[in-house]
């Protein structure tokens, strides 16, 4: 496979990633407009991959309501990412106003993994686990970034933040070795693992994904930093801000199971399909554990930040 660089000329692409629905992607290491080629499977413009420079790929509604991926370069704009003739895909000069920034990944699964930080394990007084703690979030707890987080009738005063960082998986696989798991991956992002702490502990049939799943209750955002800008995942700082309090700070590093066990670790007779997001935890801080208890309410405006990926920004609201 090859892809139009700089001047005009012909490359091989050094690396495939299979995106949405089967598109193959690729990307050139060439200066100058980048491109990534795509396939014939899907009309949907797919996943855009990582260029020289560094890069923040954000998906977004124009003023007219147009869905885009471009390149970041303000906070309300963005280098548009478009399809050309010959199938590939390219970061354009052309500069689009975002309306609103939208989650970087539809993704086709949720998984989660609980438990995954020594300190966060040490305050709620749990064991260290044997093998990474899963969980799954359903699709409607989607949410995008400065969206809110609306609290259900059904759960007040027991709604709960969680930092995270979120791996978007870009080439599928199964049974993938750790060693080649990173291979796997198309970026990261920032995710905020909302929690109704009395579903997800007595409502639900001692089954987590009840009080994980309620509408709102995964914000994803702001951007996709691609996997070859992040060489090492566990060696990330992250940090929950409340209102104007600092909740969670800690370093990926603290991270039980790092990101190459746990891809490995669920992909073990089981495919990861291209824009899978792995939520892998979070570290001490949590409200529930705090001593009296932190719960989110409405007015509340809570913030994930990560190294090199950037803020995630959330207002928190009541159902109606």
């Not at 005009?8 to 407009?33: N, W």
């Not at 499977?41 to 509604?61: A, D, L, T, W």
């Not at 700082?237 to 199971?257: C, E, P, V």
């Amino acid at each position: 496979m090859s892809v139009q660089g700089a001047h005009g000329q012909r490359q091989t692409c050094p690396k495939t990633l299979s995106g949405e629905h089967g598109i193959l992607l690729c990307f050139s290491k060439a200066i100058g407009p980048e491109t990534v080629r795509v396939g014939q499977h899907s009309e949907k413009p797919g996943y855009p991959v990582h260029h020289k420079r560094f890069m923040k790929i954000v998906r977004f509604q124009d003023l007219a309501g147009n869905v885009h991926y471009g390149e970041w370069i303000k906070e309300w704009s963005a280098l548009l990412i478009e399809k050309t003739a010959d199938e590939t895909s390219q970061v354009t000069d052309q500069v689009v106003a975002i309306d609103k920034l939208l989650a970087p990944v539809e993704p086709p699964s949720i998984l989660c993994v609980g438990l995954n930080y020594r300190r966060h394990a040490e305050e709620t007084g749990a064991r260290i686990p044997d093998y990474p703690v899963l969980f799954i979030k359903a699709a409607n707890a989607l949410n995008n970034p400065g969206d809110p987080i609306v609290i259900p009738k059904i759960a007040p005063g027991q709604v709960d933040y969680e930092c995270e960082l979120a791996v978007v998986i870009g080439k599928p696989g199964k049974n993938i070795e750790p060693h080649q798991a990173l291979d796997h991956v198309l970026g990261y992002t920032c995710a905020n693992d909302i929690s109704a702490r009395r579903w997800q502990k007595e409502g639900g049939g001692k089954q987590w994904c009840r009080g994980k799943s309620f509408d709102t209750f995964c914000p994803l955002g702001p951007c996709l930093v691609t996997a070859d800008e992040i060489p090492d995942p566990n060696n990330l700082k992250i940090k929950t801000t409340l209102n104007d309090t600092i909740m969670q700070d800690s370093t990926t590093a603290d991270m039980i199971f790092d990101v190459p066990t746990l891809i490995s670790f669920l992909s073990e007779g089981t495919t990861l399909l291209p824009g899978t997001v792995i939520l892998t935890g979070t570290p001490q801080g949590v409200g529930f554990a705090r001593n009296p208890p932190v719960f989110l309410k409405k007015g509340d405006r809570v913030a994930i930040e990560i190294e090199r990926i950037g803020t995630l920004v959330s207002p928190v609201s009541e159902e109606a």
